[in-house]
Every structure is written in structure tokens, then in C-alpha cells.
């Protein structure tokens, strides 16, 4: 008996979505990324590593992309924990990554502020442009489409967020030029808020 | 009401997060100096007679915070300051850490020196990649110069403030998630009590605090509790910082007293309606509280004001929407986001949350039926306070303000069989059935 007519209950949202990560190549810290998680568990008391899960786990993102199976049981290592722990907490956040992603991740955000200002628009004609769905990463294997919940910056919507850097204030012409920009001359090639705020 | 900003003066300034800039200009430290000439029980005095209320959502007395603290306990205490600014409207705690980033830091360390911890974290959201970077540059200055580390000013105090980076969870701004979240779990709610201030983080006495909440500390140390409670209405002093955005014409950050009305803050601040459209409706206080019409909006933007009104101040983050905008598509809108952001630990709020975007889906799509909309209030009824944590009320609200301010909306949907208030803002696609 279903809750809805029309929501048939255990199927599809219901059911399990775990999803593992791929195994990936075997994976250690560089020796800089060794010593950086080092300095950042100092920051935690000596018996409470298992803090620094999240600053590892970008780590291993940085140097792969993604977060890998092999990344997490080098994680659980550093750390001292199970593999079990790690996984949990990496796909409980959304921004690790589970599977391997185009070099530029495009991420548009989709809540109700930088609606009101078109990032519906936007997300549709990123993805025409590059032929792939939110999700998707398209042919080339360069960009990664997806849709991200309220970044924060909705006096500057709508905001598209390319790999760690903002770009706002797009409009549905902006973005597939930002596109270009990105195919020329890469994140150099930006001047989103991230690149423009004085160093 | 023009006031005089205080936590946000001269912040379009070239290099204001700099500390020369913060000595220089700005009264720099000095709160900090004047904290540790006091004792600890002074300050925590001092933040109480001004009244000052958390910035965060829901507007507790700091002092009050501060004073259960657990100080007779053997174990450490410690300062968590919530960055994780997530709540859907609302961008004030990244203009404060972007423009002036000592001002954070000097309320961490005074924060720390009330309640006998030596430890701050700054748990930052992990989109606010560029903002760490220069909290971070911030508190390296501080530290070189004496202003965090071993002995400040020679009284034998010694204060570290670390940041602590998300990784992208809403959840992590609630009180226990962002503490568990610090412990490298996930961000999942606790059952309270026992509350942070007796079992936070690492089962140790905690504070938990927002950035505006701690950056108005300094100014009530070094001002005064009387100052500070002066600039607002009774119970609502201070300085307030608000978020105006959506259609207006200037959308931005805003500091100003909670004498300022609603109205005046669109239409003064934020320059009104963009493009001669007319005002349909006003979020006050973040997607997790309901919606002002028109005609209500002619209230002081206080906590006690809006909540007269029939909603709250919340994290003072307003999404103005013009008449051209579909509550359907709205709380289907914030509904997809609470829906995703649900941490899953309580039934009603993963599940149910589930349930109100899809038949949401269905009736913007047209395929919806009448009972269908006593269904919504039916389901959104049983997850509002029916979890854990604040969040299964803040996914209802949406459904349920929608409903009783434009149910006339939902019913034409269905009568319909289609969206009847499209916009070309919107996508051109129809909407998908997921």
C-alpha cells in the first residue's frame, strides 16, 4: 500500500542509491600533501584526527579529481580510522566527488534567488551548448554540468561556480561565452569574483 | 533610520581586510585589549545587558549562550563560530569575512577569553573557498602581530583560532551537525539536551556562534552594553546586517538598526521592484520562514517586529518576488532544495520531504488534483516538529505559507491542467518528471 497513488513507494527515490566509487589507481599523499594533512591535524586535539576527514578527503580530490576507493583507505590510514568511517562521511557531502569529472566542473545554482533570476535559463543553455544533460560531462571529456543548492551569493545571481571560483551575475548569453573562455585560455581566462577580489 | 555602520564601515575600501587597514582605520583589537583588562564574567556581562541576539536564525541571547557554559567543567572549552552561511537569501557572514576579517577574528578571541576556552574554530562553508583564503591570510597577521597565540597583550592568555572547512551540507548549520560535522562525521543533528554547552564538541563545553553574532563584540566591549542596545528597537539593539535579494533593483547587503522597516529596505535600500514590476511577495528571513505580502510589510525588519507579523527575522536574508512569479513553482523550487539538503536522520523530514516535491512536480506540471493540495498540508503537517532539528519545519514552511497565502494559485494549476503564471525567466523546457 503506497502513501500516493502516484508515489509507488520502493522504487526508484526509495531504493538504495549507494553507488561505489570507482577502485582507482593505487593512491598516497604526495610527500606536500603529506606534510599539509600533517600541519592540519595539529589543529585538532591529538586523539580527535579523524577532524581532518574532510581537509583529507579534498586532498585527495585535488590530486585526483575525484575521490577514489584507494583514496579513502589511504584516508582511513593517515587517520587511524576504518574505511567504513571514511566512506560515510565522503558520500554524505556534496562536494566530493564520487566519479571522475570533466577537467571544469560547471556548477549552476539552482535555488530560489538566483532563480528568480534565471539560472533555470542558464543550466538549459549550458547544457544545449555542450549536448549533455545536468549530470552529464560532456564529449570532450572537459566540462562537467551540474546543479548546486544556494551558494550564498544571491546579490550576485545567478552565480555559476567554475571548479572553486565564482563567476555571477550570468545571464544565459554570459555562460556559453564563459564556455569559450574556458575552451582559449582555461581558468586564466576568468574574472569571476575569485580572480577579481585584491590579493 | 540612517545609521552609522559598525561592523560594515569602509568595506568597499581597496585592502580593508588588511590588518594595517584594521589598526588604522578602524578601531582594531582594541575591543580585544579592553576584554582582557576585564574578567571573563564582566564580559559575558557585558554581551548580556546589551541584548545582543544570535545573527544565525534564531535569535538567542549570546550572553545567555555564553553564561551556561559549562566553566566549572574540567575538561576544555571551545568557541565554534558557524560560517557554514547556507540558508537559502542570505550572504552577510561572506561579505564580513571577505571585507573585514579581523573583526571576526577579534570577536573569536574575545569570545574565547568569556567563556575560559583557548580554542576557536571557524567552520566555513566549502564553497567559500575564496573567502577562507583571505581568513586565513587574516589570521596569520593576527598571529604575527601578538593578536592570537601565547600570551596577548602579556596577560597570560593565549587564544588559537583555526578554520575548519565544509564540504557542502546545509545540515552542517545547525548547532550539533556542525559540530559533529567538526568531528569529522556526518553532519547529522544531535538530540539536545544535553545542549554544546555542557556536551559540544568532543563531549567538551561549546559555544556556538555566527559571524555577525561575534563580529558585533568587540563594539559592545569597547562601547558599551548601553551603546549597542541603543541602536535598535527594546530588545533588538545593535547593529543588523540584512539580505535583500531577487527582483529588486540594487540586491546586497544592507547594515542598518531594526527600526528600519521591511518596506524601506526594498524600496529604499534596494532601490524597489526591478523593471516597473509590482511586489507580490517578500521571504523575510530565509527560505525556512513564511511569506509577507504587500500589505504586512510596513513592520520594523526586528526579530519581535516580523515575528508579529506572522513570520520571523530569521537570518535577515529577503527574497523579494515580483508578480510574475509562481508560488507553485516556488515551493517546488525550495522544496527540491530541502528535499536534497535533508540530512536523513529523522523519517519525516528525509521521507516526507520526498513526498512534497513530487506531488509539488505534479501540480506544476498540471497532472495535479484537488485533493492533492489537502494532502500537501497533510504531509508538510507531519514533518514540521516532528524532527530533531529546526529543519522539518523549515521544509514545511514553504509548502504550507504557499498554500495559505496563494492557494487560489494551486487551484488554477489543476483546474488548468498547466502552470498558469509562467515567466520567461523560467526554463523553456516543461518541467521533467523526477
Redesign the interface.
Known amino acids: 500500500m503506497s502513501?500516493?497513488p502516484?508515489?509507488p513507494y520502493a522504487t526508484g527515490?526509495?531504493r538504495s542509491e549507494r553507488l561505489l566509487s570507482p577502485e582507482g589507481e593505487p593512491f598516497a599523499f604526495t610527500p606536500e600533501q603529506r606534510a599539509r594533512f600533517d600541519e592540519l591535524a595539529s589543529?585538532y586535539?591529538p586523539e580527535?584526527r579523524?577532524?581532518?576527514?574532510?581537509?583529507a578527503?579534498?586532498m585527495v580530490q585535488e590530486q585526483i579529481g575525484y575521490v577514489s576507493r584507494n583514496g579513502m583507505r589511504h584516508v582511513a590510514e593517515v587517520?587511524g580510522?576504518t574505511p567504513a568511517e571514511v566512506e560515510?562521511?565522503a558520500t554524505?557531502?556534496?562536494?566530493?566527488y564520487k566519479q571522475p569529472t570533466g577537467t571544469f566542473v560547471i556548477q549552476v545554482c539552482?535555488?530560489?534567488?538566483c532563480?528568480?533570476?534565471?539560472a533555470?535559463?542558464v543550466?538549459?543553455e549550458i547544457a544545449h551548448a555542450l549536448h549533455i544533460k545536468p549530470g552529464e560531462t560532456d564529449k570532450s571529456g572537459m566540462f562537467t554540468l551540474l546543479e548546486?543548492?544556494?551558494?550564498?551569493?544571491?546579490?550576485?545571481?545567478p552565480v555559476v561556480?567554475v571548479n572553486?571560483?565564482?563567476q555571477e551575475c550570468q545571464t544565459p548569453e554570459s555562460a556559453v561565452k564563459l564556455l569559450d573562455v574556458i575552451r582559449a585560455s582555461g581558468e586564466a581566462g576568468l574574472s569571476g569574483?575569485?580572480h577579481r577580489?585584491?590579493k | 533610520m540612517a545609521m552609522e555602520p559598525v561592523l560594515t564601515p569602509l568595506v568597499r575600501e581597496?585592502?580593508s581586510?588588511t590588518l594595517d587597514f584594521y589598526l588604522q582605520r578602524l578601531d582594531g583589537y582594541q575591543g580585544l585589549r579592553k576584554a582582557l583588562g576585564m574578567t571573563p564574567d564582566q564580559v559575558v556581562d557585558a554581551v548580556k545587558a546589551s541584548g545582543l541576539r544570535g545573527r544565525g536564525g534564531a535569535g538567542f541571547p549570546t550572553g545567555m549562550k555564553w553564561q551556561f557554559v559549562d566553566k566549572k567543567s574540567p575538561k576544555?572549552k571551545y568557541i565554534c563560530c558557524n560560517a557554514d552561511?547556507?540558508?537559502?537569501?542570505?550572504?552577510k557572514?561572506?561579505l564580513l569575512m571577505?571585507r573585514n576579517p579581523h573583526l571576526l577574528v577579534e570577536g573569536c578571541a574575545i569570545g574565547c577569553y568569556a567563556i575560559g576556552s583557548s580554542v576557536a574554530?571557524i567552520y566555513i562553508?566549502?564553497?567559500?573557498?575564496?573567502v577562507q583564503h583571505?581568513l586565513e591570510a587574516a589570521i596569520a597577521e593576527a598571529y604575527k602581530a601578538g593578536y592570537l597565540g601565547k600570551n596577548i597583550f602579556g596577560t597570560g592568555f593565549n587564544c588559537?583560532v583555526?578554520v575548519?572547512?565544509?564540504?557542502?551540507?546545509?545540515e552542517a548549520g545547525e548547532e550539533t551537525a556542525l559540530i559533529e560535522?567538526?568531528?569529522?562525521?556526518?553532519?547529522q543533528p544531535r538530540i539536545k539536551p544535553p545542549f554544546p554547552a555542557v556536551e559540544g564538541l568532543?563531549g567538551c563545553p561549546t559555544a556556538v556562534n555566527n559571524v555577525e553574532t561575534l563580529c558585533n563584540v568587540p563594539s559592545i566591549v569597547l562601547k558599551g552594553a548601553e551603546w549597542f542596545a541603543a541602536l535598535g528597537p527594546e530588545k533588538n539593539g545593535g547593529p543588523k546586517l540584512f539580505?535583500?535579494?531577487?527582483?529588486v533593483v540594487t540586491?546586497?547587503?544592507f547594515e542598518a538598526s531594526m527600526h528600519t522597516t521591511v518596506k524601506s529596505l526594498i524600496y529604499d535600500y534596494a532601490g524597489g521592484i526591478a523593471n516597473g514590476r509590482q511586489l507580490k511577495a517578500v521571504?523575510p528571513g530565509g527560505?525556512s520562514v513564511p511569506i509577507l505580502l504587500p500589505d504586512q510589510i510596513d513592520i520594523p525588519a526586528s526579530f519581535d517586529g516580523v515575528m508579529k507579523a506572522g513570520s520571523m527575522l530569521g537570518s535577515a536574508?529577503m527574497?523579494v518576488?515580483d508578480d510574475t512569479?509562481c508560488m507553485v513553482w516556488?515551493a517546488r523550487?525550495?522544496l527540491?532544495?530541502y528535499r536534497?539538503?535533508s540530512?536523513g536522520k529523522c523519517t519525516p523530514c528525509r521521507e516526507g520531504g520526498?513526498?512534497l516535491y513530487?506531488?509539488l512536480g505534479?501540480i506544476e506540471r498540471g497532472e495535479g488534483q484537488m485533493r492533492d493540495i489537502e494532502?500537501l498540508l497533510s504531509v508538510a503537517d507531519n514533518v514540521a516538529g516532528k524532527t530533531l532539528c529546526a529543519f522539518g519545519d523549515a521544509a514545511a514552511t514553504p509548502v504550507l505559507t504557499t498554500i495559505k497565502q496563494f492557494r487560489h494559485e494551486f487551484e488554477a494549476h489543476i483546474r488548468e491542467g498547466r502552470c498558469t503564471c509562467p515567466a520567461e525567466?523560467?526554463?523553456?523546457?516543461p518541467v521533467a518528471a523526477h
Not at chain 1, 110 to 113: C, D, G
Not at chain 1, 115 to 118: C, I, R, S, V
Not at chain 2, 85 to 91: A, M, N, Q
Not at chain 2, 125 to 130: D, P
Open positions: 502513501f500516493h502516484e508515489i527515490q526509495h589543529h586535539p580527535q579523524k577532524s581532518t576527514v574532510l581537509y578527503l579534498f587517520i580510522c560515510d562521511v554524505y557531502y556534496a562536494m566530493f539552482r535555488t530560489l534567488s532563480a528568480l533570476k534565471g533555470e535559463r543550466t538549459e548546486v543548492e544556494c551558494l550564498g551569493a544571491c546579490d550576485r545571481a561556480m572553486d571560483g565564482w569574483c575569485v577580489v585584491e | 581597496p585592502g581586510y576544555p552561511e547556507s540558508e537559502p537569501g542570505t550572504f557572514d561572506h571577505e574554530y562553508r566549502g564553497e567559500f573557498l575564496h583571505h588559537d583555526y575548519h572547512r565544509g564540504a557542502g551540507a546545509y560535522s567538526l568531528e569529522g562525521k556526518r553532519a568532543y539580505c535583500v535579494s531577487g527582483h540586491p546586497g547587503v521571504i527560505s536574508g527574497i518576488m512569479t516556488v523550487n525550495l527540491h532544495f536534497h539538503e540530512c520526498d513526498w513530487k506531488m505534479k494532502l525567466w523560467r526554463a523553456k523546457e
